[in-house]
């Protein structure tokens, strides 16, 4: 079996050939909870697009309008930059930091942005923040992202400390004025670590619930962010839209998590599975020489499952049509390692050696399979596994639209597709399986929005700052008509 090519990303019809420059989005401006205002406001002052609502207390709408957020941020026209155009460097380097290139450009942003946020996970953290380009001509800045080992942490601080520095050097405030905006588990793990050493307020943020707002902005907001895989169209974008829901997101770190969302911030954790990218990064870890996450990948790019793996044909000789299993199917993962070893154990004694001994015989590399061998077969074990079962939750729920999210895909085109042909083959064609360019930091950027107005960047947003007295009429008459109901 060939290695795949890597997967490329399509170029973007648009003059400069630099930028990838999507439909204008609407910024927001204005505070607002996404289940409250719309829901039951006066017509004039609802989205012209519908979404699933929930019902909110004038308290609560009350508290939105009284508490409209520290920062408004301009998404205008935000797109996805070149992978070519690489952020301005930050005078740092670290052999335990991968930095990604595809920022997200705001080119219609002005205002401070005073805040970072970092999803730390059992395995990796995702660190999302706003920078400014000293060398641009025009406005704006950019959306821009980190990862760091979490073993390493200590380096991720030191990275957050100078960030801070910096913007209270470009913007005059204090040190103390930056805020952390945290999730995932070690957000409570490393609570203190981070506080103390960078003297700022540390808000902790609910995983799950990162997770979705992080998705549904990049699912509504951001082109050329969301796509579908095939062979023969590995990268079909499909744009920004307001009518998602329902659908499962499948969020594969350490462990996997599946989660079935009903409208924006409702959600319901349905299943998951302690196999994720963890297990493959141990396991390989064990097998293997490679010593990072990425050199795993690069080992599996180049090997051959077919070297360890048992297949359909190799059982048949054929395919197996009348069930529709082709000879290439994986019938069993690692099936062929046994009768290897047998082989060369008994080749051993041909020549003489005890295959019994005391010091176990390991099966050598090269004549036998390779270390990328076991990385790939281990790679479809896991992805397979994944696959299945999101697909049978997503039965299970009548869920169409399949979400996968998290740091164990990273675009790696072999994940891609296993994970792909899994839901396409076992739904017979009916479910469609999604992906993200940035997939690995929907709890961050989920994280990072929270420090923001509520549903900023939506194209639903309330836009009409002129009606707020309307808005604030039809309040007071909605906490009488409560009152009554009560009484």
Same mark, same amino acid.
């Given at each position: 079996?060939?290695?795949? #090519? #890597? ?13 990838? =420059? ?37 308290? *609560?709408? /009350? ?55 970092? /999803? ?12 400014? *380009? ?11 992202? =980190? ?6 942490? /200590? ?6 400390? *100078?960030?801070?520095?910096? +913007? ?94 009903? @409208? ?36 599996? @790019? ?129 479910? +469609? ?18 420090? =923001? ?16 007295? *309307? ?5 007071? +008459?909605?906490?009488? /008509? ?6």
């Amino acid at each position: 079996m060939s290695p795949f #090519p #890597p997967l490329q990303i399509p170029p973007a019809d648009h003059p400069s050939g630099r930028e990838e =420059q999507g439909e204008t989005t609407t910024a927001t401006t204005t505070a607002r909870d996404p289940s409250s205002l719309d829901a039951a406001a006066p017509t004039s002052l609802r989205p012209t697009i519908s979404r699933s609502r929930t019902m909110t207390t004038t308290a *609560e709408i /009350d508290s939105t309008i009284a508490k409209p957020g520290s920062v408004k941020i301009n998404v205008t026209g935000a797109f996805i930059v070149d992978p070519d155009t690489a952020t301005p460097k930050n005078g740092r380097v670290s052999p335990t930091t991968h930095h990604e290139t595809s920022d997200i450009r705001l080119p219609n942003h002005t205002a401070v942005v005073s805040h970072i946020a970092v /999803d730390i996970g059992g395995s990796l953290i995702k660190l999302v923040y706003f920078s400014r *380009e000293v060398d641009q001509t025009d406005p704006g800045g950019r959306l821009t992202f =980190q990862t760091f080992e979490t073993d390493r942490i /200590d380096d991720c601080v030191e990275f957050m400390r *100078e960030l801070r520095d910096r +913007q209270a050097k470009l913007t005059g405030s204090r040190p103390g004025d930056l805020a952390v905006m945290a999730t995932g588990g070690g957000a409570y793990k490393f609570y203190d670590k981070i506080r103390d050493a960078l003297g700022v307020d540390v808000s902790r943020e609910d995983e799950m619930e990162c997770l979705i707002i992080g998705l549904d902005f990049f699912i509504t907001e951001i082109p050329r962010e969301v796509f579908t895989y095939s062979e023969t169209d590995p990268m079909h974008f499909v744009g920004p839209r307001d009518a998602i829901y329902p659908y499962l997101l499948v969020n594969i770190g350490s462990g996997v998590s599946m989660l079935k969302v009903t @409208g924006p911030r409702a959600f319901e954790r349905v299943g998951g599975t302690s196999l994720g990218g963890g297990t493959l990064w141990g396991l390989l870890s064990l097998l293997t020489g490679a010593r990072t996450f990425d050199e795993m990948l690069e080992q599996a @790019g180049n090997g051959d499952n077919t070297h360890v793996d048992m297949l359909v044909g190799d059982i048949y000789g054929q395919d197996y049509g009348k069930i529709g299993l082709k000879s290439t199917t994986i019938a069993s993962s690692f099936g062929r390692v046994f009768k290897m070893k047998k082989d060369a154990e008994a080749a051993a004694a041909a020549d003489g050696h005890d295959p019994n001994g005391t010091t176990p015989r390991a099966l050598p590399r090269g004549p036998g399979f390779t270390d990328g061998d076991i990385a790939r077969s281990l790679l479809y074990a896991v992805s397979n596994n994944i696959g299945q079962i999101a697909l049978l939750q997503s039965q299970i729920h009548n869920l169409s639209d399949i979400y996968f999210g998290g740091s164990f895909i990273r675009g790696h085109r072999q994940t891609i597709n296993t994970l792909s042909y899994a839901i396409k083959f076992w739904s017979k064609g009916a479910k +469609q399986a999604y992906f993200l360019r940035h997939e690995g930091y929907l709890g961050a950027v989920g994280a990072f929005l929270k420090r =923001q107005p509520k549903n900023w960047g939506r194209r639903g947003s309330l836009e009409n700052i002129a009606a707020l007295d *309307e808005l604030q009429e039809w309040r007071k +008459q909605r906490a009488k /008509d409560e009152a009554a109901a009560a009484s």
